[in-house]
Nanobody, 123 residues
Framework: QVQLVESGGGLVQAGGSLRLSCAASGLTFSTYGMGWFRQAPGNEREFVATISASATFIFYVDSVKGRFPISRDNAKNTVYLQMNSLKPEDTAVYYC????????????????WGQGTQVTVSS
């Protein structure tokens, strides 16, 4: 049974930081690319960041470049999203996902998804 479990969300003031974690089980983590997506009320799911299996390739949506570094620890089967300089428009449910297709911005390329963790940024 493949499981992805996000943690680290919460309520933070604008300008603050949060670190999201996604712990994977039931798969060979080191062979999967990992991604972070977010979904705000009334919006479609939006790509945030992705990291390849060996961390050779990393891509971000423009709105988070320089603020939200993605990283992974294959020994811990965990991918992270360090969120800095948070803005109210970052408020969303954040999801991690796993893909065998290589790093991708497309939700349909991701085979497994977590349940999400809420991030709320107050002004």
């Amino acid at each position: 049974q493949v499981q992805l479990v996000e943690s680290g969300g919460g309520l933070v003031q604008a300008g603050g930081s949060l670190r999201l974690s996604c712990a994977a089980s039931g798969l060979t983590f080191s062979t999967y690319g990992m991604g972070w997506f977010r979904q705000a009320p009334g919006n479609e799911r939006e790509f945030v960041a992705t990291i390849s299996a060996s961390a050779t390739f990393i891509f971000y949506v423009d709105s988070v470049k320089g603020r939200f570094p993605i990283s992974r620890d294959n020994a811990k089967n965990t991918v992270y999203l360090q969120m800095n300089s948070l803005k109210p428009e970052d408020t969303a449910v954040y999801y991690c996902a796993a893909t065998m297709a290589g790093p991708s911005r497309r939700p349909d390329d991701y085979r497994y998804w977590g349940q999400g963790t809420q991030v709320t940024v107050s002004s």
